[in-house]
């Protein structure tokens, strides 16, 4: 049970490390597409766009970041292939077969306790409700009881 706690705690490492590189790849992207000059890469296709000094990056700087953004990748990748490399391998689909059914048994094992603990509960709440119900009626009527045991007494006599 511990082994198989300590197994979705990788997972969820493991989801965390991916929601991690998703948002990393989603702010390069951002990065990439704001902060990049429109620069002609062919001669047959004209340069549509322009943007002002303030909005992109000089060429130095954008090729420092760009590759602060492929180490952070490249780094977070790694992480996330430790974390896959650690998930444990997949048990035979016979030995989980058979772990189920041991299960499934021990399932059935107790739910046919518990029956018997709920019947025998039952039975113990109907002999509790008689012996209360009995106890209750002589105490309700006391003159009644008074009033047969003379009577009893009187006939022995």
């Known amino acids: 049970m511990l082994q198989e706690l300590s197994h979705m705690d990788r ?5 965390d490390e991916i929601q991690q ?9 951002a990065y990439l597409t704001s902060r990049a000059n429109f620069l002609q890469v062919a001669p047959d296709i004209p340069i549509t766009k322009s943007r002002s000094a303030d909005k992109f990056d000089p060429p130095d700087v954008f090729e420092a970041n760009q590759k602060e953004l492929v180490a952070d990748l490249i780094t977070k990748a790694k992480q996330i292939d430790y974390l896959i490399n650690s998930l ?9 077969a058979n772990r189920l059914q041991l299960l499934e048994d021990d399932m059935e094992v107790a739910n046919e306790e ?11 709440h ?5 012996v209360l119900k009995i106890m209750l009626s002589h ?7 008074t009033t047969a045991g003379t009577s009893a007494v009187v006939a022995a006599g």
């Open 114 to 124: 518990y029956i018997q603990a709920v019947n025998r509960a039952k039975d113990l």
């Open 88 to 96: 444990p391998v997949p048990e035979p689909e016979e030995e989980q």
């Open 11 to 15: 997972i969820t490492q493991l989801q």
């Open 21 to 29: 590189l998703l948002t990393i790849m989603s702010n390069s992207i």
């Open 139 to 145: 105490d309700i009527d006391p003159e009644a009881s």
């Open 126 to 130: 109907r002999q509790v409700s008689e």
